[in-house]
């Protein structure tokens, strides 16, 4: 399984931005994809995640209320969209997936990892 993560570059705050991450190979396998972002120093955080497989897919609602994780399986694509940005959401945002058959996969259980993408907001 291969992800790549695009989308990301500076936004001023309150402002909105769209990741996408594409997913190719063995996407047979994947039953989850997440969005975790992390800033330098400091532990990996999860954002949301969505089952892939289901026709009316189950999400986790993003602990931070701002974030939403809108899917295009057509597309073999998952978004992050992200809207009233604030500066402490500058970070590195990666897009992660599992395949394991519980839901919603722990932390731990995502294996498959995507590049990452930066995200800056500021003015």
């Known amino acids: 399984v291969q992800l790549q993560a695009s989308g990301g570059g500076k936004v001023q705050p309150g402002g909105s931005l769209r990741l996408s991450c594409a997913a190719s190979g063995r996407t047979s396998i994947i039953t989850a994809i997440a969005w975790f972002r992390q800033v330098p120093g400091q532990d990996r955080e999860f954002l949301t995640a969505i089952r892939w497989s289901d026709r009316k897919p189950a999400a986790v609602d993003s602990p931070k209320g701002r974030f939403a994780i809108p899917r295009d399986n057509a597309k073999n694509t998952v978004y992050l969209q992200m809207n009233s940005l604030e500066p402490g959401d500058t970070a590195v945002y990666y897009c992660?997936?599992?395949?394991?058959?519980?839901?919603?996969?722990?932390?731990?259980?995502?294996?498959?990892w995507g590049q990452g993408t930066q995200v800056t907001v500021s003015y």
């Open positions: 992660v997936a599992s395949a394991v058959l519980s839901w919603p996969p722990r932390s731990y259980e995502y294996d498959y």
